[in-house]
């Protein structure tokens, strides 16, 4: 079992900065394959970045070259800067937690991005 808790949600201008961080709990962090997601209001769940245990980056083409995820697995914390943000990178931002069937998540923060 995997607990996940998601912080460094909030209100930012376009163009502005926000670091989330997401803290795990109750499993061995470092061979997890870490996420965020995000899902705005009508719209459905999306992935944003993927790490893997070995350190794999993965990113969706919205995000490519603003966004950087990375993990501490000292402190099994992971974290999305975000970077040059949009109105359109407005969501509720979920933490995942994947190794084989198992997939655990966060219960989200909200980031919303407008002037």
């Known amino acids: 079992q995997v607990q996940l808790v998601e912080s460094g949600g909030g209100l930012v201008q376009p163009g502005g900065s926000l670091r989330l961080s997401c803290a795990a709990s109750?499993?061995?962090?470092?061979?997890?394959?870490m996420g965020w997601y995000r899902q705005a209001s009508g719209n459905q769940r999306e992935l944003v970045a993927t790490?893997?245990?070995?350190?794999?980056?993965n990113y969706a083409d919205s995000v490519k070259g603003r966004f950087t995820i990375s993990r501490d697995n000292a402190k099994n914390t992971v974290y999305l800067q975000m970077n040059s943000l949009k109105p359109e990178d407005t969501a509720v931002y979920y933490c995942?937690?994947?190794?084989?069937?198992?997939?655990?998540w966060g219960q989200g923060t909200q980031v919303t991005v407008s002037s």
């Open positions: 790490i893997t245990s070995g350190g794999y980056t």
């Open positions: 995942n937690a994947a190794l084989s069937i198992r997939v655990y």
């Open positions: 109750g499993s061995i962090f470092s061979i997890y394959t």
